[in-house]
């Protein structure tokens, strides 16, 4: 285990250890040379426990849709590992990796987008299966059946194409499919954020019953923090590629030790007109930098309103912050962690 | 402080009334009844939210209001759009293009639709105040140097040669904000204004607009599906579902009291950060299809107050009788109105569902669906 890893009750089922993906960065059309690398995910080390939900929040660039991606592979990262029940998972390894792969799925945000237009929901629900010659086709049309009863659907929704369906049902086609090859850890990429908020909420549930039933863990990848804090047990803060905060998701809320999860926490609307009118918000200046070229020192230093009420002090221009232990399991890449609480409002 | 505007006020201190509007959209064989008799009021200076949910019609009310609704799929087939002593719906499309931009304007969702590509952020701001106000070429850079900064953007002399790529998203939200409140309108849309952008730059961009309408008198029609963007930006909200208005109050009303099913269903479908743990009650099943828009009212069939009038009959908007015996005005900005023949008592929000001994929602009658809205 690493540093940057709080330590979980349960053994971990997923082990992320100090992952990197660097995507290079190619100029010209002729001839493509290769100008630079952007650091998607830079570093990044997690778990995840059996029956668990984690979630990652970050804003766009923040590199947690890639580090989604690397785990369940369909990226494959520049280094680090990640082992599933102790073993190496490599994008690398062919024979294993096709036998390990089916115990990690992903759920996309837009369902229209991952559903083949062309096929009816009960093959696209069905094609793990048959990738990975799971069972007869009779067979699979049964587990076809079962499927769409677990994520609430009827047998005929199986003869529907995508635009046939609502969002809601696109959405629990896409997670009957996830659940086909029977997971133990579902990567969720922003899976209920295009959804209507009736519809959210009972997608929501969805995932909570089928974690209960099935005693999934999630890696639930959000930008609405309400949501995540809806559904986590543990979340991790991403900023330019790395895990900046890492914490019980109570603790978070509650004792934020990152600037930068202060702000974010703080940049949330409350539905509540009460509380929305007495908050003092901070905002921060500009955009989230290019990750092609992060700012020296602590990444986040460029932005940081707590850097700006110390007084600028030079360490964290040159200085990258290290995980830094706040409590047990809570962790925040921050050169003043003790400074910050009560600077906030 | 300046809180002048150039538009007269019509009725009232409303800046715009809405009565009444329906717009139909022909989609081959089907009329699809995206917004059946909205009315809403929005004082001078004010901020109205109007909240709901894909296919509610709210963005449809607001192109209706500009009158940019796609042509001929769509038209307005009845109502008044009263502003500035007009009525929208009667100007002619050479006086709509005046008025558009100069006393009502619009900041989109999607700020890279509402940008020319190929002209250059200053030739775009300044475009803008020479289409309504007779101003030399040098005259209006120098103001849309003036705004871009009232935006917040950094250096605005320099970024005025610069093309809308290259600024990232808030940024150019900001400049479209510039634009929208170049010529200080009465009234400014916006449409979903930070759905695309991040959490952060959102913060940034919602305060700007909020403080931009507060010190220029300028009254804010925002549209959202965000209640907490609701809760923060407006004074008002008008809460639709599937082309009508179903519940409109204060915004501290209608998040305190909830009166129509629908309302208190989408306040207990957002999870909050204080009160964790509270599993979600959604409400079940999802919205109609506007082409089949049976009589009666179209939440019914996910009502769980569902009555038997309910599937035969849409209620009319009217006060609230709790509110009026509080003290709250029978129309305009304080009233809480509601179309619901079976209103949510306080203590049935967080329930959700009535808690009546021996209440069980009206089950549908077999000819629902049969009947459907007369076309217009």
Request: proline share 9%; glycine share 8%; aromatic share 4%.
């Amino acid at each position: 285990m690493t540093e940057a890893s709080p330590s979980v009750t349960g053994p971990a089922l997923l082990e992320v250890r100090d992952l990197r993906v660097h995507f290079p960065v190619t100029r010209g059309t002729v001839v493509r040379r290769r100008v630079g690398w952007v650091h998607a995910v830079d570093g990044v080390s997690l778990e995840l426990a059996t029956a668990e939900t984690v979630g990652l929040v970050g804003e766009s660039g923040s590199g947690k849709t890639t580090l989604g991606r690397a785990i369940v592979g369909l990226i494959p990262p520049t280094s680090g590992t990640v082992l599933f029940r102790g073993r190496p998972f490599d994008a690398k390894v062919g024979a294993q990796d096709r036998a390990e792969r089916p115990h990690l799925q992903m759920v996309f945000q837009d369902p229209m987008a991952s559903l083949d237009p062309k096929w009816r929901a009960g093959a696209s629900i069905a094609e793990p299966l048959r990738v990975n010659h799971i069972g007869t086709r009779a067979e699979r049309r049964e587990r076809v059946r079962d499927l769409l009863e677990v994520v609430g659907l009827s047998p005929r929704h199986a003869r529907r194409y995508p635009h046939e369906l609502s969002g809601g049902q696109r959405q629990r086609v896409g997670l009957a499919r996830a659940l086909a090859v029977s997971p133990a850890v579902i990567v969720a990429d922003e899976a209920v954020s295009a959804l209507d908020v009736s519809i959210r909420a009972q997608i929501i549930n969805l995932l909570q019953q089928l974690q209960r039933d099935l005693n999934l863990s999630y890696l639930f990848i959000a930008h609405d923090l309400a949501v995540v804090r809806h559904m986590s047990d543990r979340i991790a803060v991403m900023y330019l590629g790395q895990i900046v905060e890492q914490s019980g998701a109570a603790d978070l809320y509650r004792d934020p030790r990152h600037p930068y999860t202060v702000s974010l926490l703080s940049a949330v609307p409350v539905p509540d007109p009460a509380v929305e009118a007495r908050r003092k918000r901070i905002i921060l200046p500009g955009d989230p930098p290019n990750p092609a070229s992060p700012p020296p020192g602590c990444r986040f230093h460029t932005r940081c309103w707590l850097r700006e009420q110390l007084g600028g002090p030079e360490r964290c221009a040159v200085e990258e912050p290290a995980p830094q232990r706040v409590s047990a399991g809570h962790t925040a890449a921050c050169h003043f962690i003790h400074e910050v609480q009560g600077r906030a409002a | 402080m300046s809180a002048h505007s150039h538009a007269q006020v019509a009725t009232g201190d409303a800046v715009l009334s809405v009565r009444d509007l329906a717009v139909r959209f022909d989609s081959g064989r089907n009329v699809i009844h995206a917004v059946n008799g909205v009315s809403f009021d929005l004082e001078a200076g004010g901020a109205l939210g109007l909240v709901g949910e894909s296919g509610s019609g709210k963005s449809v009310t607001s192109l209706a209001i500009l009158r940019l609704l796609p042509r001929p799929t769509a038209r307005i087939a009845a109502g008044e759009i009263w502003f500035g002593g007009r009525d929208l719906i009667r100007l002619s499309d050479r006086e709509m293009r005046r008025l558009r931009g100069k006393e009502i304007s619009l900041v989109p969702q999607d700020p890279m639709s509402g940008l020319n590509p190929v002209l250059t952020i200053g030739e775009q701001v300044a475009e803008t105040i020479q289409a309504h106000e007779d101003v030399r070429r040098g005259e209006a850079r120098r103001r849309a140097a003036e705004l871009l900064g009232a935006v917040g953007i950094p250096r605005p002399g320099d970024q005025l040669g610069r093309y809308p790529h290259q600024f990232s998203g808030g940024m150019r939200q900001r400049v479209m904000i510039a634009i929208a409140l170049a010529l200080r309108p009465a009234l400014l849309i916006a449409d979903e204004p930070t759905t695309a952008l991040d959490v952060t730059v959102q913060a940034q961009v919602l305060e700007l607009l909020h403080q931009l309408t507060v010190e220029r008198g300028t009254a804010i029609l925002l549209i959202s599906h965000d209640l907490g963007i609701m809760a923060r930006m407006t004074r008002q909200i008008t809460v639709m579902y599937a082309g009508h208005v179903v519940e409109s109050a204060p915004t501290v009303e209608i998040f305190a009291r909830p009166s129509h099913p629908y309302t208190a269903g989408l306040l207990r479908s957002i999870p909050r950060i204080a009160d964790v743990g509270q599993p979600l009650t959604p409400i079940a099943g999802s919205p109609p299809e506007l082409d089949r828009l049976p009589r009666g009212c179209p939440f019914a069939p996910r009502c769980a107050w569902a009555l038997e009038v309910c599937w035969r009959e849409m209620p009319p908007l009217a006060p609230v009788e709790a509110a009026l015996a509080a003290g709250a005005p029978q129309s305009g900005p304080g009233a809480h109105l509601l179309a619901c023949h079976n209103p949510v008592a306080p203590g049935e929000v967080e329930a959700g569902k009535p808690l009546r001994p021996g209440f069980r929602p009206a089950p549908q009658p077999p000819e629902y669906g049969l009947v459907t809205e007369e076309t217009a």
